[in-house]
């Protein structure tokens, strides 16, 4: 999904969406391995480069405070797609 807020030209909705799954992430405890950890790295410096530092922290400390129904629900926002999903409290802690 951050791939594509970037291509589309929001910036800052991807540096959101990044920081949301790093936090999530992390919530679980699964990082991914050493690629993922890579490409996120990576996505996060150009965001930044492109955001600048001011508005990039801001966003990502946004993202970072989303929890996992927020996350969804900012996700399908800006995807044009809200209201498609129906989020089951339970069902996220199996995944």
């Known amino acids: 999904m951050t791939g594509v807020?970037?291509?589309l030209g929001r910036l800052h909705h991807a540096a959101r969406l990044?920081?949301?799954a790093d936090g999530l992430a992390e919530q679980v405890g699964s990082t991914g391995g050493p690629a993922d950890l890579a490409a996120?790295?990576?996505a996060a410096t150009r965001l930044r480069?492109?955001?600048?530092?001011e508005r990039f922290d801001?966003?990502?400390k946004i993202g970072r405070a989303l929890s996992f129904e927020d996350t969804?629900?900012?996700a399908l926002e800006?995807?044009?797609r809200a209201?498609?999903?129906v989020i089951d409290k339970s069902e996220h802690a199996r995944i």
């Open 49 to 53: 480069e492109l955001l600048g530092d």
């Open 5 to 7: 807020e970037s291509q």
């Open 58 to 60: 801001a966003e990502w």
């Open 72 to 74: 969804i629900a900012f």
């Open 40 to 42: 996120r790295n990576r």
């Open 78 to 80: 800006v995807s044009g």
């Open 83 to 85: 209201g498609e999903a």
């Open 18 to 20: 990044l920081a949301a």
